[in-house]
């Protein structure tokens, strides 16, 4: 079993659409949590950390569970540009990735 | 501003070829991280520097693979004996402390 799980996907959404992915991690003494975007053929960028509180960036959400060991990230209103891989990312002393969530956002 | 870089950006090795993959992290990034994604799949840690300590070199997948950053700066990843399986996008990461990470662009293996 991964130490990080995502959704597979893909996810084919509309503009406008939310849009929520799930990441499970197997490592109760995981310390940090991230979310990272992945353009095609391009290396991953952060995109926002996650907070046990939950934190929002603009049209992004993002929670941890840390009792279920779980995280995720909501997008309201997605727009075209959001289409990309969405990585989940755990850190004990390294960072350990999801395979990714594929979303494209279509017209 | 200089980010994280990485050299080549394309090698194309024969099999059973040895290769070395440069990184240059942000200059005062005390922590240097490898990884291997292969098409599909998110990144798969390889190994972790801190300054010139290798850390953490549990995800290394053979002992073809070796990693080295003598001053602390600069690292390499040098693959012996290379094979068909180990073509993938090889990217490096630094970071100031255990927090944001930040890539160079890979560097893409293809083992023939």
């Known amino acids: 079993r991964k130490e990080v799980e995502q959704d597979p996907g893909p996810f084919n959404v509309p503009e406008g659409a939310t849009v929520a992915f799930n990441c499970t991690y197997s490592?109760?003494?995981?310390?940090?949590f991230f979310w990272y975007r992945q353009d095609c053929r391009k290396e991953p960028k952060l995109l926002m950390s996650?907070?046990?509180s939950g934190n929002e960036d603009g049209r992004f959400t993002a929670q941890l569970n840390r009792a279920s060991q779980y995280i995720s990230l909501l997008i309201r209103d997605s727009k075209l540009s959001d289409s990309a891989t969405y990585l989940c990312?755990?850190?004990?002393?390294?960072?350990?990735f999801g395979a990714g969530t594929r979303l494209t956002v279509k017209p | 501003g200089a980010g994280v870089s990485q050299s080549p950006r394309y090698k194309v090795a024969k099999r059973g070829q040895d290769v070395a993959l440069r990184c240059d992290p942000i200059?005062?990034?005390?922590?240097l991280f490898w990884y291997q994604q292969a098409l599909g799949q998110g990144p798969e840690f390889l190994t972790y520097?801190?300054?010139?300590?290798?850390?953490?070199k549990s995800g290394l997948p053979s002992d073809r693979f070796f990693a080295e950053r003598p001053e602390g700066s600069v690292s390499t990843l040098k693959i012996q004996r290379t094979q068909q399986e180990d073509s993938a996008v090889y990217l490096c990461?630094?970071?100031?402390?255990?927090?944001?990470?930040?890539f160079g662009p890979g560097t893409r293996l293809t083992v023939l």
């Open positions: 990461a630094s970071s100031f402390r255990s927090n944001e990470q930040f």
């Open positions: 490592n109760s003494a995981s310390q940090s």
């Open positions: 996650v907070y046990s």
């Open positions: 990312v755990v850190n004990r002393d390294d960072m350990r």
């Open positions: 200059s005062g990034h005390v922590s």
């Open positions: 520097f801190q300054n010139e300590a290798q850390l953490d």
